[in-house]
């Protein structure tokens, strides 16, 4: 027979045990559902998504005479590459920022990818 206190317990053993890169991925998976974002796992091709994570890496990738900005986002399921076409930099746009995206997912070499995306920084709290 469990009580109350079982649940916590188990939690608690479990932040214990557990890799820093799997509960940080738990908590970002978390936080974007939290704040009515879809998993980027469960984005299909063609889909208009809003997805939450955090920025793993940000570079300006130049193609032929268009430079793009390309950033990952990690929502703690799977990553979705934010690409902005003509853009060399953007304010607030680095590794480790939390940012909120939308726009139309499409796939490119496999991959997840929201072209010109709307997007908002989100502030740590």
């Known amino acids: 027979m469990g009580t109350k206190g079982d649940g916590y317990w188990h939690r608690l053993v479990k932040r214990l045990t557990t890799d820093v890169d799997v509960l940080d991925a738990d908590d970002l998976s978390e936080q974007a559902q939290a704040h009515g974002a879809r998993r980027a796992s469960e984005c299909h091709s063609g889909d208009e998504v809003t997805v939450l994570g955090r920025l793993r890496s940000v570079e300006l990738c130049p193609r032929d005479a268009v430079a793009t900005l390309e950033a990952e986002l990690f929502d ?50």
Do not use: C, F, M, S
């Open 76 to 125: 703690g399921t799977e990553g979705v590459t934010l690409v902005w076409l003509g853009r060399r930099r953007i304010p607030g746009i680095e590794p480790g920022r939390t940012v909120k995206a939308q726009g139309r997912i499409a796939v490119r070499d496999g991959r997840k990818v929201l072209y010109n995306p709307y997007y908002e920084l989100q502030t740590t709290t």
